[in-house]
C-alpha cells in the first residue's frame, strides 16, 4: 500500500523530525569525496522549509559504536553540517550531541525555514538498542516524523522504528527519496514489464542466495558475474585455480542450477590474472579452465559472456543490476562491469541499479544519469528484492 509523503502532511509552523542517509565518504582531511546522499535528501528537506515548516534532521556516519564525538572526529556530521549550509542557503544549526541539553535546546529555539542537524545518531548508544528513553527524548523534538534514509530502512535502530513508534498521535511519512526507492524497487518485481533481466554480481553466493531465489520466481533471466559464479562453477566440476570461492555453498549452488534452468545464466569465459594487481600477467579461458597452477585467478567475465550477457540484455524491458562482473576497481578487469553497464545504458529497459558497488560503478564510468535509477542503499534495496519488508517502512501512515 503506498505510504504517504511529506508533501501529504501540514508542515506550516511545524517541526519535522526527519531521518537521513548521510553516511557520506570522507577523507583524510575529513573532506566530503561524494555528496550525493545529501543532495538526494534536498527535495524533502525544502518541501518543509517552503511551505513554512522547519527540519531537525537525524543520521549516522559509519559505525562509531557509542564513541564520544570529541575523540573520533571522523564520525561527526560537522562536515555535512557545512555542506549543507552551502546548499541549503537557509540557516543550519549543528547540535553536539543527538538528545542532550544541546540538542534539546536548540530545538527549541529553531525558527521556521531553519534547519537543526543533530551528531550523528550512532554516539548514543540508545540507537542501536532502540532504547525507549532515547527514543522519547528525540519523539518529542518533533511534531512530524519523515523517514527519508532508504539506505537504512532495512534497519531497526532507534530513530528508523523506536522514535517513530514513540510519535503516538503524530503524522508518520516518507520522504521523496524512500518514496522513489519503494516506488522503482517494489513495483519493478511486483509488476515488470517484460524481457525481465537481473543481474547479479559480486563476492559471494551466501550474500544473495535469497535474491537469487526470489528473482528466480519473477525474472525471465538471471545473469550471475563476479566472484560468486566460480562458485557455481566449481560445484559443477570446473577448475578455479586460486579464485575465491565458498566452498560450504557448493551444494547450495548446484541446488540453484537445478531450480532456475535455463532462467539462471552463467559465464561462459572467465578473464584472469596470477597476481592481484593490474600489471599481473593475465589470460582468458573457457568457464571452469582456470589453471591449478601458477597462482592464477578469475578477476572478471571473458568477451564471450561480455556478448551473450549483452545479447539478453538488449531484449530486456527491465534490468535490475546489483553487483559488479569483476574486480572493476583495477583495469583491465574492469572491462565486464563497464561493458555490462553499456548494454544497459544502450538497451530500451527501464534500468535500476542496485546501490553499493553497482551504483559507484556506473558513476565510476559516467553512465550515471544514463540509467532510469541508482539506488541510494545497497543493502536495502538487496533485502527489498529478497522480497523483505522493511518495519521502518510499514509504520509510516497509509494513504
Not at 59 to 83: I, M, Q, T, W
Not at 85 to 95: D, N, Q, S, T, Y
Not at 187 to 195: E, F, K, L, Y
Request: aromatic fraction near 6%.
Amino acid at each position: 500500500m503506498a505510504k504517504k509523503t511529506i508533501a501529504d502532511v501540514d508542515v506550516a509552523g511545524k517541526s519535522v523530525l526527519m531521518r537521513c542517509d548521510f553516511n557520506v565518504p570522507l577523507d583524510d582531511q575529513l573532506h566530503i569525496t561524494d555528496d550525493r546522499r545529501i543532495t538526494e535528501a534536498l527535495p524533502s528537506i525544502k518541501s518543509v522549509l517552503d511551505r513554512g515548516g522547519r527540519v531537525i534532521l537525524m543520521s549516522h556516519l559509519g559505525r562509531p559504536e557509542g564513541k564520544d564525538p570529541a575523540e573520533d572526529a571522523k564520525f561527526s556530521l560537522k562536515p555535512v553540517s557545512a555542506r549543507l549550509k552551502e546548499v541549503l542557503g537557509c540557516p543550519v544549526h549543528f547540535a553536539a550531541d543527538t538528545v542532550g541539553e544541546e540538542a534539546q535546546a536548540k530545538s527549541k529555539e529553531l525558527k521556521n525555514g531553519e534547519v537543526l542537524l543533530l551528531e550523528n545518531v550512532r554516539f548514543n548508544k540508545g540507537e542501536k538498542k532502540g532504547d525507549a528513553e532515547y527514543a522519547a527524548v528525540l519523539a518529542a523534538m518533533g511534531d512530524i516524523y519523515c523517514n527519508d534514509a532508504f539506505g537504512t530502512c532495512h534497519r531497526t535502530e532507534g530513530s528508523m522504528v523506536a522514535v517513530p513508534n514513540a510519535m503516538t498521535g503524530k503524522p508518520k511519512v516518507c520522504g521523496f527519496l524512500v518514496e522513489k526507492e519503494i516506488a522503482f524497487l517494489s513495483d519493478a518485481i511486483a509488476n515488470p514489464v517484460r524481457p525481465f533481466v537481473a543481474i547479479l554480481g559480486g563476492a559471494k553466493v551466501s550474500d544473495k542466495i535469497m535474491v537469487i531465489k526470489n528473482l528466480l520466481t519473477i525474472c525471465d533471466k538471471v545473469l550471475i558475474g563476479g566472484a560468486m559464479a566460480h562458485t557455481f562453477t566449481l560445484a559443477r566440476g570446473g577448475s578455479v585455480g586460486r579464485s575465491r570461492v565458498e566452498r560450504d555453498k557448493l551444494d547450495l549452488a548446484n541446488e540453484l542450477v537445478a531450480e532456475g534452468g535455463d532462467k539462471l545464466v552463467l559465464p561462459l569465459d572467465t578473464a584472469c590474472g596470477d597476481d592481484f594487481k593490474s600489471t599481473c600477467n593475465k589470460q582468458v579461458v573457457p568457464v571452469g579452465q582456470i589453471p591449478d597452477e601458477g597462482g592464477w585467478e578469475g578477476f572478471d567475465i571473458g568477451p564471450a559472456t561480455i556478448a551473450k550477457y549483452s545479447e539478453i540484455i538488449k531484449t530486456a524491458k527491465t534490468v535490475i543490476w546489483n553487483g559488479p562482473m569483476g574486480v572493476f576497481e583495477m583495469p583491465p578487469f574492469d572491462a565486464g562491469t563497464r561493458a555490462i553497464a553499456e548494454a544497459i545504458v544502450a538497451s530500451d529497459a527501464t534500468s535500476i541499479i542496485g546501490g553499493g558497488d553497482s551504483a559507484a560503478a556506473v558513476q565510476q564510468f559516467g553512465l550515471a544519469d544514463k540509467v532510469t535509477h541508482v539506488s541510494t542503499g545497497g543493502g536495502a534495496s538487496l533485502e527489498m528484492l529478497e522480497g523483505k519488508k522493511f518495519a521502518a517502512v510499514e509504520l509510516l501512515d497509509n494513504k
